[in-house]
């Protein structure tokens, strides 16, 4: 597994530009960021889900986050912020201008 470190954040996404980790990776996709208690269960309560393309595991300063690459057109936010709440899991949904701001204003 690869790390990469910017400022205080830790992405354990592999060697990616800032910019690829928070725009989408696949074409018709959206990316969402979520603080979970812990990324394994955020993991289990989103994968297999209709709509979810990939969940990545990893922190963000201390907290453990998952990084969702989703189709807007098949769920919505609020929909994976429900199954992770209901998984007791989710703390919080982590917009780009809050990651930048946890980077220390780097774009």
């Known amino acids: 597994m690869k790390i990469l470190i910017i400022g205080s954040a830790i992405l354990l996404y592999g060697l990616l530009p800032v910019s690829e980790v928070i ?7 959206a990316t969402a960021i979520f603080a979970v208690g812990c990324f394994d269960v955020g993991a289990s ?3 297999g889900r209709k709509g979810i393309v990939s969940v990545g595991k990893g922190w963000l300063g201390s907290s453990e986050i998952n ?7 098949e769920v ?32």
């Open 67 to 73: 990084k969702v690459v989703y189709h807007p057109d």
């Open 23 to 29: 725009s989408s990776e696949h074409a018709g996709t």
């Open 76 to 107: 919505s936010v609020k929909q994976m912020e429900d199954w992770l709440n209901d998984s007791g899991t989710y703390r919080r949904t982590i917009s780009t201008d809050q990651l930048s701001k946890e980077k220390g204003g780097q774009k």
């Open 45 to 47: 309560a989103l994968q």
